[in-house]
């Protein structure tokens, strides 16, 4: 069977306090649309400079334990180079160093393939922009159609 290439992009409202959005859930959705009982790779992409993806636990606390090592890290003060917006706005540019926007897992048999507690989330701690972009794209057997699909949905999640 050939490889095929399909992508959508979800537009998330964060609100207008540092998160982090468990995307596990959209994953899944867009695998069950695109994959099929299909093998490859998902990769999932966040095109801003102030955020980014992470696997890990959520509702245990592990997401607040994230936001809090991010502050002790990047603390919210005037230290930054990059000065506008919000005060201390400058870490969230540092953020993707730490947090990279971007992930890329296997999915087998059209099943994302995570351990037992990992959650794919967006992690945002710039309260100066609530809208954000995530591209979604699949690359193996039994996508949806031979080449580009754009797809669009949207998702607000006011915390």
Do not use: Y
């Not at 990059?82 to 870490?91: A, E, F, L, M, N």
């Not at 969230?92 to 099943?111: E, Q, S």
């Not at 996508?143 to 949207?154: L, P």
């Amino acid at each position: 069977m050939p490889h095929a290439f399909t992508t959508s992009v979800l537009h998330i409202t964060t609100g207008s306090t540092e998160t982090v959005t468990d995307l596990t859930h959209d994953c899944q959705q867009f695998l069950v649309r695109t994959a099929a009982t299909g093998d490859g790779l998902l990769n999932i992409f966040v095109p801003h400079a102030t955020a980014g993806i992470a696997i890990l636990e959520t509702g245990s606390g592990s997401d607040d334990d994230l936001l809090a090592a991010l502050h002790t890290l990047l603390p919210s003060d005037d230290r930054w180079q990059h000065r506008h917006g919000s005060p201390g706005h400058g870490r969230d540019h540092v953020l993707p160093a730490l947090v990279p926007p971007h992930a890329t897992l296997p999915v087998i048999g059209g099943r994302l393939e995570l351990g037992t507690w990992q959650s794919v989330c967006l992690v945002d701690t710039n309260v100066d922009n609530p809208r954000r972009q995530v591209r979604l794209s699949f690359l193996g057997e039994g996508a949806g159609s031979v080449g580009t699909v754009e797809a669009k949905s949207e998702r607000c999640i006011e915390p």
